[in-house]
């Protein structure tokens, strides 16, 4: 089945790139380069958590496929979280 969508090493190049991601997004955070707030770290987290979760369908892991998915969820709730955070204060000036 993958090979029918993507051949084998792209789907590998996908995972490691997903996970990369993430790790990154993790490392900055834990380093105090970027914090848990920050839309960079958010944003890495979305993209990676997304990637490996469209990933995770190709055979399908539910486990990892609730794991990515919630993940990504979590972070785009921080970044409308932190969108409404910024409009409400600038309304506030």
């Known amino acids: 089945m993958i090979g029918m969508i993507l051949p084998h090493a792209e789907w590998t190049t996908l995972q490691l790139l997903g996970?990369?991601?993430i790790l990154l997004a993790f490392w900055a955070n834990a380093t105090g380069r970027w914090?848990?707030?920050?839309?960079a770290y958010l944003w890495?987290?979305?993209i990676g958590?997304?990637?490996?979760?469209?990933?995770?369908?190709?055979?399908?892991?539910?486990?990892?496929?609730?794991?990515?998915?919630?993940?990504?969820?979590?972070s785009?709730?921080?970044?409308?979280?932190?969108k409404t955070y910024k409009h409400i204060i600038?309304?506030?000036e």
């Open 19 to 21: 996970a990369v991601l």
């Open 35 to 39: 914090s848990r707030e920050s839309p």
């Open 44 to 46: 890495v987290n979305l």
């Open 49 to 74: 958590s997304l990637v490996l979760g469209v990933v995770a369908f190709f055979p399908v892991q539910p486990g990892f496929i609730l794991l990515e998915f919630v993940w990504a969820g979590i």
């Open 76 to 82: 785009l709730y921080g970044l409308i979280r932190q």
């Open 90 to 92: 600038s309304e506030k």
